[in-house]
């Protein structure tokens, strides 16, 4: 079975950066997508970046032009570079591993960004 290992949350001030990396514990066959999610408390998860097999990426209206996706040539971890961040950007980020015929999810990291 497949797991998902994040990293990279924290706390920080509004304005800083923090970078999340998820790993994949051993090779995923027939990727479709990465991306990263997030659930801030009493809303629903929602998409924040993905990144398809073919390179293309997609983010939130309210990450764009903050947030980065990028991931390894590998396809074993995928990145979210994180600038500017506000306290709108709080939440539990999830990464996500789409492949044909399953969805592999971490277990999530907390960011919190608070003066």
């Known amino acids: 079975q497949v797991q998902l290992v994040e990293s990279g949350g924290g706390l920080v001030q509004p304005g800083g950066s923090l970078r999340l990396s998820c790993t994949a514990s051993r090779s995923v066959g027939s990727i479709v997508a990465m991306g990263w999610y997030r659930q801030a408390p009493g809303k629903q998860r929602e998409l924040v970046a993905v990144i398809t097999r073919g390179g293309a990426t997609n983010y939130a209206d309210t990450v764009m032009g903050r947030f980065t996706i990028s991931r390894d040539n590998g396809w074993s971890t995928v990145y979210l570079q994180m600038n500017s961040l506000k306290p709108e950007d709080t939440a539990v980020y999830y990464c996500?591993?789409?492949?044909?015929?399953?969805?592999?999810w971490g277990q999530g990291t907390q960011v919190t960004v608070s003066s």
């Open positions: 996500n591993v789409r492949t044909y015929a399953y969805d592999y």
